[in-house]
């Protein structure tokens, strides 16, 4: 810790006290005094101490997490490459190199640049951390020594993107970590940038090599000992981030087909990467290569493919099939010569894709495998308890199968953990991560006093015939006065992958809705209503949906329609033309887990009755891809149980979700149209209903009143409440 104020270093160092340091562990503090530079002070003070684990602090910081030291040490345990960590920063530095100007940032703190003390939330990691470009250094805490820039950065500003850059091109990766809540409390004041603030800038972006020339090109980046041949075909390179010796071989062609520029570089090749000759990348969303990265000759990686669908008009000229997919490719892989890539594809840390292989649109590679073929398939995966690489039992051959097995099998994981009535909720959720299977699916149902429409749907659910290793049954209890429990231990007795729950009272539905998503394993997980159950054969009809839309983020069955036909598109106003108002339908709802996770306001349409929509809408705003697949694959108990006002959750909180993601994704005129469309399809039939079957607990007295608050500005309102009245005088309703 460097400091210049005694007072704040003292109540933080207090706080520190608090902190529970493991068993076995020896903690020194280093208070720096008189430090010309952060980097000077942080430098001599890591010079002076034989830690493992270094934290820097800020000396207006308070750490909150009281578990924090065991923390870390398990991340680093668990994660080697993982050479320092953080709790906010820039996904990608932007070019003017200030890392809260990023489009994308991870993260969360408590801190006061408002003048104010108030929760400062980004986008949460997926996983244990999100690799960053660029800490704040508020706090970092680093499992290595590299010497600080105190030879660059003489005050103190731009030592902690210099320091994150040091590690990464050191081949480490720099992460923010994830915080259930947030683990640091920052008392900084108003930001200040008049000491000195725009020389380190220049400093910074001269040193690391944003905005670089070579030759007749301008780079978005362009790091220290690049090697570029000649014959190199570039174009768009301000849309290019290359990192230190990054080395590209003869005749590579690296291009931006439609020289779009964005906020961030839409190729990024890490430190140390080296791409064979006539390799080809294109991109026009986002190709990320990790550092290290070895990629043979002739290997072609794009983001995209070329658009075919109309007949009418040569391929060549209908542009491409998507906007928004990405390529991923870890640090450490080595990609086999002549190999294709395209669409959207992630592909793990140390990796190895085989000669020749296809990697197709919606593939997703775990770290440490080997993948071979066209589609490439996982042969291979390093199991890190058995120190040893094995063969996947899945694709092993028929004559393998038979024959006694020349290398190990990996194990089958153990399957779904049995709710224990001795653990707590959060201590169950907790096991439940800590013996994670690796499933596809995750069936989440929250329940409340529905014992036997539970039943029916858990019967539906059991009656398929499909593998128990492919999913999980998740039962979030709103603490049902019935004999829910009972009913789901009867099923847990016979079904290894059902997992219950039960909160210690009522939380609404909403509340349980995230709940009962937040316990999910799976790489997709499914909301799923207790009184909506499947038909035989529907469960595998949507793992095949799945697997062939692994790039989307968000599938939505209309069960209304039963075509067959699968709509694939992308963004809010596309999403909202195609599935309308339905989208409350809570069991038409699968989201992949990696964005449902990111999102960072869940609760923020708490006990709006349609908090489903607004985490639809967010996963789109994260990732826009999604389907819609038009088959009736769920039948209901068709029993209206109510006791919500029926205006006040699709008209009021519908039209606000929508508001809310207004110039979000979600334009003006999708808006309007969206509003007008639902009044006379769906609005006015279920007011007719109501009346018709006196469906009092939707509360429909308050209809009139509510439609026309939301609708008397628009042009169509006299035609519409024209409706309204000749609907109440066909029931005699006043």
């Given at each position: 810790m460097c400091v210049n104020d005694d007072e704040l270093a003292e109540r933080s160092q207090q706080n520190l006290k608090q902190l529970i340091k493991p068993d076995g562990f020896t903690v020194d503090l280093q208070i720096l005094k008189n430090?010309?530079?952060?980097?000077?002070?942080?430098d001599e003070a890591m010079l002076h101490s034989d830690a493992k684990y270094k934290v820097y602090l800020h000396q207006d910081v308070h750490i909150l997490n009281p578990k924090f030291i065991a923390d870390i040490v398990r991340l680093f345990s668990a994660h080697p490459s993982l050479g320092m960590l953080g709790v906010a920063g820039a996904k990608v530095l932007p070019s003017s190199g200030t890392w809260w100007d990023a489009a994308r940032k991870y993260g969360r703190v408590i801190e006061s640049h408002t003048g104010q003390l108030q929760p400062l939330e980004f986008t949460q990691p997926a996983g244990d951390y999100e690799s960053v470009e660029a800490l704040d250094g508020l706090l970092m805490v680093t499992q290595y020594d590299l010497p600080w820039r105190k030879d660059l950065f003489s005050g103190w500003h731009f030592y902690d993107a210099s320091h994150s850059q040091e590690f990464i091109s050191s081949g480490y990766e720099v992460g923010v970590v994830r915080q259930h809540l947030p683990w640091c409390l920052h008392d900084c004041g108003p930001v200040v940038t008049s000491n000195g603030y725009e020389e380190a800038r220049r400093i910074y972006l001269d040193q690391y090599g944003y905005g670089a020339i070579h030759g007749l090109h301008r780079f978005y980046r362009l790091g220290s000992g690049c090697n570029i041949h000649s014959s190199c075909d570039l174009f768009g390179t301000e849309g290019v981030s290359l990192g230190n010796d990054v080395k590209l071989q003869a005749d590579c062609w690296i291009m931006l087909p439609y020289n779009n520029l964005g906020v961030e570089p839409r190729i990024q090749i890490g430190a140390g990467s080296d791409i064979g000759r006539r390799c080809s990348l294109s991109a026009v969303n986002r190709i990320v290569i990790g550092s290290q990265v070895a990629i043979s000759p002739g290997v072609h990686i794009s983001d995209h493919n070329l658009a075919y669908q109309d007949t009418h008009s040569p391929i060549r000229k209908q542009g491409v099939d998507s906007w928004s997919h990405a390529v991923t490719i870890g640090s450490g892989s080595w990609i086999g010569a002549n190999s294709v890539i395209a669409g959207q594809v992630s592909i793990g840390k140390g990796c190895v894709i085989g000669a020749g292989s296809v990697v197709i649109s919606g593939t997703v590679i775990p770290d440490y495998c080997v993948a071979v073929g066209a589609p490439a398939r996982v042969i291979k995966q390093y199991d890190?308890?058995?120190?040893?690489?094995?063969k996947i039992g899945n694709v092993l051959s028929r004559e393998q199968e038979e024959s006694p097995a020349t290398e190990e099998v990996l194990p089958v994981p153990e399957e779904g953990i049995p709710a224990d009535e001795s653990l707590t909720v959060a201590e169950a959720a907790l096991n439940a991560e800590d013996h994670s299977p690796p499933l596809l699916l995750s069936i989440c149902i929250p329940t409340f006093n529905r014992e036997a429409e539970l039943d029916h749907c858990l019967n539906s659910i059991y009656s398929q015939n499909t593998r128990l290793e492919d999913f999980e049954v998740i039962i979030s209890d709103?603490?049902?006065?019935?004999?829910?429990?009972?009913?789901v231990r009867k099923y847990q007795s016979r079904y290894s992958n059902i997992r219950y729950f039960r909160n210690e009272h009522n939380e609404g539905g909403d509340s349980n809705f995230l709940k009962c998503a937040g316990y999910a394993r799976g790489e997709f997980i499914k909301l799923h209503g207790d009184d909506d159950y499947w038909l035989p054969?529907?469960?595998?009809?949507?793992?095949?949906?799945?697997?062939?839309?692994k790039d989307c983020s968000l599938l939505f069955l209309d069960i209304l329609g039963n075509s067959g036909q699968v709509d694939r598109a992308a963004g809010i106003s596309n999403y909202v033309q195609h599935v309308s108002i339905?989208?409350?339908?809570?069991?038409?709802?699968?989201?992949?887990?990696?964005?449902?996770?990111?999102?960072?306001?869940?609760?923020?349409?708490?006990?709006?009755?349609?908090i489903q929509v607004y985490l639809e809408f967010s996963i789109l705003e994260i990732t826009p891809d999604y389907c819609v697949y038009r088959r009736k694959l769920l039948t209901s108990s068709d029993k209206i149980t109510g006791?919500?006002?029926?205006?006040?959750?699709?008209?009021?909180?519908?039209?606000?979700?929508?508001?809310?993601?207004?110039?979000?994704?979600l334009s003006e005129a999708a808006l309007a149209a969206e509003k007008k469309h639902i009044a006379y399809t769906f609005l006015l039939w279920w007011y007719n209903y109501m009346l018709e079957r006196n469906l009092q607990q939707l509360q429909p007295g308050d209809f009139e009143e509510v439609l026309t608050a939301a609708y008397r500005n628009e042009l169509y309102f006299d035609d519409l409440h024209g409706h309204i009245k000749a609907i109440q005088a066909r029931h005699h309703y006043i």
């Open positions: 430090a010309t530079s952060m980097a000077a002070g942080y890190s308890n058995a120190r040893k690489w094995l709103n603490a049902s006065p019935d004999h829910t429990g009972e009913l054969g529907s469960l595998d009809e949507v793992f095949r949906l799945i697997e062939y839309n339905y989208s409350t339908f809570i069991s038409g709802i699968i989201m992949r887990r990696k964005e449902y996770e990111q999102i960072p306001t869940k609760e923020l349409f708490i006990n709006s009755n349609l006791g919500y006002s029926f205006a006040q959750t699709f008209i009021t909180s519908y039209l606000n979700v929508l508001n809310y993601f207004r110039d979000r994704g």
